[in-house]
């Protein structure tokens, strides 16, 4: 739900469903700026706009844009970065994202940022954020996304929809 939730954000920033909040979105999933080692936000962004979107852009432009355009940062799964091979290991790498995070904040204070995690993952450490629980849906709304989820998805559906609810009830 949390990543439907991020990604249907940054869409309806990119179709300008939300023009008078943010112009340019890029959306990162924190367990691959793990795996990336590139340990600061800066950097995976630049490799991200490169790798992802097939943007090429020099870091001082970045850095320009970063500073006098609307653009959100929108992270995906802090608490996906809590695994490692030992749990000390899964607690430095959450740790070390937090920290990226910050010193990103620090260094470019007007990016809006929206982060998600699971609220058992979540340790409020880090700067400068708001916090806002999402209420789990009721039987309705689960079955109105389930719905909504399978018709968008281009998936065979009305049997997978309708096993899924069922699931759901039992």
Known sequence: GKT?????????VVTHDLEAFLEIPIYIELKRFVD?????LFPYILHILREKYGISIKAPKLEQILTESDFILLLDGLDETQFGTTPDDAKQNYENVVNAINDFVTRFPQVQIVITARKSGWRD???RFYVYELPPFDIQQAFDFIDNWFKFSNTSSQVNSEGLKHALLN
């Open 4 to 12: 439907t939730l991020l990604k249907h954000f940054s869409l309806q």
């Open 36 to 40: 990336s080692n590139l340990g600061q």
């Open 125 to 127: 450490r880090l700067i």
